[in-house]
């Protein structure tokens, strides 16, 4: 502030609460919170125009997002002594984005997901794909850029690269 010049002035918006509008917000609220199981898209496998298999992704949240980056970090000891917790050495793009697809599969309507069936971790076995986890079963299955694209439908369906000023315009 500088002698002289005037301060620019507050505007200020005043909204009355009412038992209504309140309401409205409250219905708003609840119906963003169910994004994990109103938001899907299915998403279909093909290679030489031969369609493979589909299946259907949801948005993940943040704490799922978080989960998923933790599966695909390897830890190291703290050089600062064993009493202190381990520190990360690497994470794996690969297995971060494997873990996305797991974890945005929505199940079938029995609640489990196809990369938990155990005849396919068998067969890939057999085939010689030594998998153990379900993010090595869907690495084994799809090629990286499969990997890397189904991993951009998902972070696009979880809102990655939303402007949030947009849709307060709206």
């Known amino acids: 502030y500088r002698k002289g010049n005037k301060m620019a002035e507050k505007k200020e918006t005043k909204i009355e609460v009412t038992e209504e509008n309140e309401m409205a917000l ?4 609840l ?10 898209q299915t998403l279909n496998i093909q290679r030489n ?6 299946f259907d ?3 993940l949240s943040f704490d799922e997002i978080t989960d998923c980056r933790k599966r695909a970090t390897t830890y190291m000891p703290n050089p600062g002594g064993a009493s202190l917790p381990l520190i990360e050495k690497s994470v794996s793009n690969a297995d971060y984005m494997a873990w ?4 945005a599969t929505v199940p079938e ?4 997901k196809f990369w938990d069936n155990p005849a396919l971790k068998e067969g890939l076995n057999k085939a010689g794909h030594m998998v153990m ?3 090595e079963i869907i690495k084994e299955i799809l090629t990286a850029g499969e990997l890397e694209a189904v991993s951009d439908k998902i972070e696009e369906l ?12 709206n």
């Open 158 to 169: 979880s809102g990655s690269g939303t402007n949030v000023i947009d849709y307060a315009k």
């Open 49 to 54: 125009g031969q369609k493979l298999f589909k």
């Open 100 to 103: 996305q697809i797991y974890i």
């Open 133 to 135: 986890t379900q993010a």
């Open 57 to 59: 992704i949801r948005p």
């Open 26 to 29: 409250i219905t708003g609220l």
């Open 109 to 112: 309507s029995d609640g489990t």
């Open 31 to 40: 119906k963003a919170a169910e994004y994990k199981t109103e938001v899907s």
